[in-house]
């Protein structure tokens, strides 16, 4: 029994910032959520690069020069197959998490990354374009497992009282790759035609320093004793983490957990969205998803270049401003970070929408009217560095760790393939479908943007409630009432009857014996 193993402490569960917290947090993001950001930006500074280097293999192959139409319809499958391998790896997710663990799958994932990187570093060596294509697609089902993953990690290795810090880590990192992609790519660095295949490959680095140190870290103390029924294990991994707080209060909770299933098995996403008892939770998740990808973020990022260029700063300068912009992403992010603890994930959330949206519609207004009034350019401008900072504060960090929060074990994995997919499919969609939807209504296309961030935020401050410094087993009952499900009841002799089905509150009985 853990009581055996552990000293006699008073049931409150919180714990300091340990060094080996903070490391496994910075680990496990450096290596895999910076890699989403990176690859996120890396081919836009390559472009015309990619392009020709298309261009030369098809005439050098087929004797054939393609047309402009064609270049860019081979450039935008290389860039939107990494959404596509990002889906695919989020689809993965349950399976690999279930059967390998969280850091195990964090280990095992990466050796995609060296398979993809060496496709595309060795592509213009080997000529030949399909390599580049492959190895996006490749690192793509990367990221879409680390996407889910990494937060699913850090979420169940924290304590309460630093799950949101621990949980925006890997936004950090997501907005530092795509900084660090943005100042590479800068024509002083590798932005030059010789380099791009290197600029491409970079990511096997950050994974190489993963792939020493990571292996030496425990698993999840969570999935040790809930899934494995490991008590020794998830003793010592808290252990490790934990130099002070109270360890026998954490396993207790987690019995006390483990002890509300009906099955430690893991529910498919099948069975997820057909039970009942984590309805809210599931729309929640979906909401939060959806709304994060069709807030506007994507458009803004893909045409950021075009509203500076209209806002009249020089074309030789812009790329400076774009790596401007990518340091305040950083900045946000850690803003983020340090306050979620302090402010909760509400007021993130409802905040930074409703930012986003009041910025969207500053957009419309500007664009509108800079025609009349020059000084609307520089406004346009504002908002584009307003909508970033806003995302990157709460939204884009705060729906991954809160799809951790809102589940026990058994339905967390099969919520991270949905939001996963839901994630990248809505990436995706905004990236196919902004361009004829600009094209259709011009500017006012930001106004849609700006009415999905006010519904996501209303949906958020009357529906979501706040789980800062809750267990898992307190934000379960949190939803219980909006489920209309009964949690317990008590039996006549006093014993106390466990509501439940899959450990979330629908009736059953459970007799001591």
Known sequence: MAEELLPNNDAKISAHLTKSLLAAALLASFGSSMLYGYNLAVVNSPSEYIKDFYNQTMIESYDWSPDEELLTVLYSLTVSIFAIGGMTGALLVGRLVTRYGRKGTLVRSSVLVFVGGALMGFSRWCRMPAMVIIGRFITGVHSGISLSVVPMYLGEIAPKNLRGFLGLVPSIHICLGVFIAQVLGLHELLGKEEHWPLLLSLVVFPTIVQLMLLPWFPESPRYLLIEKGNVHATVAALKWYRTKGNIQAEVEEMQEEQRSLSSIQTISVRGLL????????????????????????????????????????????????????????????????FTIERLGRRPLMIGGFLFMGLCCAGITVSVLFQAQLSFMRYISVGCVVGIIAGFCIGPAGVPFLITAELFKQSHRPAAYTV???????????????????????????????????????????????????????????????????????????????????????????????
């Not at 009942?276 to 979906?286: A, K, Y």
């Not at 893909?302 to 900045?331: C, L, M, S």
């Open 274 to 337: 057909k039970d009942r008892c984590v309805r809210w939770q599931v729309i929640t998740i979906m909401v939060v998803n959806i709304g994060m990808q069709l807030s506007g973020i994507d458009a803004i990022w893909f045409y950021t270049n075009d509203i500076f260029k209209n806002a009249g700063i020089p074309e030789p300068h812009i790329q400076y401003t774009t790596v401007g912009t990518g340091a305040i992403e950083v900045i946000s992010g850690v803003v983020g970070c």
């Open 419 to 513: 939001a996963g997919c839901l994630n990248w499919l809505s990436n995706f969609t905004i990236g196919f479908v902004f361009p004829f939807l600009e094209v259709a209504t011009g500017p006012y296309c930001y106004l849609i943007f700006c009415a999905i961030c006010l519904g996501v935020a209303t949906y958020t401050y009357f529906i979501i409630p706040e789980t800062k410094n809750k267990t898992f087993m307190e934000i379960s009952q949190m939803f219980a009432a909006k489920n209309k499900i009964l949690e317990e009841e008590l039996t006549s002799n006093g014993h106390l009857k466990l509501a439940m089905m899959n450990g979330y509150g629908t009736l059953g009985q459970h007799d001591e014996k």
